[in-house]
T-cell receptor
Framework: DQQVKQNSPSLSVQEGRISILNCDYT??????FLWYKKYPAEGPTFLIS?????DKNEDGRFTVFLNKSAKHLSLHIVPSQPGDSAVYFC??????????FGQGTRLTINP | GAVVSQHPSWVICKSGTSVKIECRSL??????MFWYRQFPKQSLMLMAT?????????EQGVEKDKFLINHASLTLSTLTVTSAHPEDSSFYIC???????????FGDGTRLSIL
């Protein structure tokens, strides 16, 4: 049972444009959502998070949007840079329970 | 801030060997540490959750006698893969958090190859 889904395994975006990564979830009890970035042979790096009481959180070039009614969150990266090329995982959690990860989306930023 | 160090980064050993992987939180106290396994092109699979000073909680299907976890202090957790076999070859990643409402921070992972 995949509670957190990233339906796009890959995404290519031109440098300078906006990258939008999407994530859907099925468990309405999730109350905390996170995005991680991962390079090959390295552990994931925390990017940004959002609590279920908010619908938007912004940190520099990264903005996460949460649509609770649609059980959907997205990560916007503006402007996209070559160093943003990586695999992005969304994750969700209910209270103190374990994080549930999506399958990841490989983002490639083209010069 | 929030640095998690994992050691070693790469291990190659013979079948039957036991391998210990260390996970340290360098600049914060980790009340909870997590151990994950990642297969190629797949997501992170949680193996177990450990709280300092107590026994680890293992996910369904993970053999606790095979994967020994010790969380002896607020900055160190270890995963020992006992009598490792080729099917245990994988990328193991630890993470730590300082509190329930805090994000998890990950180590750089350990690539384990069993010959």
């Amino acid at each position: 049972d995949q509670q957190v889904k990233q339906n796009s395994p890959s995404l290519s975006v031109q440098e300078g444009r906006i990258s939008i990564l999407n994530c859907d979830y099925t468990n309405s009890m999730f109350d905390y959502f996170l995005w991680y970035k991962k390079y090959p042979a390295e552990g994931p790096t925390f990017l940004i998070s959002i609590s279920s009481i908010k619908d938007k959180n912004e940190d520099g070039r990264f903005t996460v949007f949460l649509n609770k009614s649609a059980k959907h969150l997205s990560l916007h990266i503006v402007p996209s840079q070559p160093g943003d090329s990586a695999v992005y995982f969304c994750a969700a959690r209910q209270g103190a329970q374990k994080l549930v990860f999506g399958q990841g989306t490989r983002l490639t930023i083209n010069p | 801030g929030a640095v998690v160090s994992q050691h070693p980064s790469w291990v190659i050993c013979k079948s039957g060997t036991s391998v210990k992987i260390e996970c340290r939180s360098l600049d914060f106290q980790a009340t909870t540490m997590f151990w994950y396994r990642q297969f190629p092109k797949q997501s992170l699979m949680l193996m177990a959750t450990s709280n300092e000073g107590s026994k680890a909680t293992y996910e369904q299907g993970v053999e606790k006698d095979k994967f020994l976890i010790n969380h002896a202090s607020l900055t160190l957790s270890t995963l020992t893969v006992t009598s490792a076999h080729p099917e245990d070859s994988s990328f193991y990643i630890c993470s730590a958090r300082s509190g329930v409402g805090q994000p998890q921070h990950f180590g750089d992972g350990t690539r384990l190859s069993i010959l």
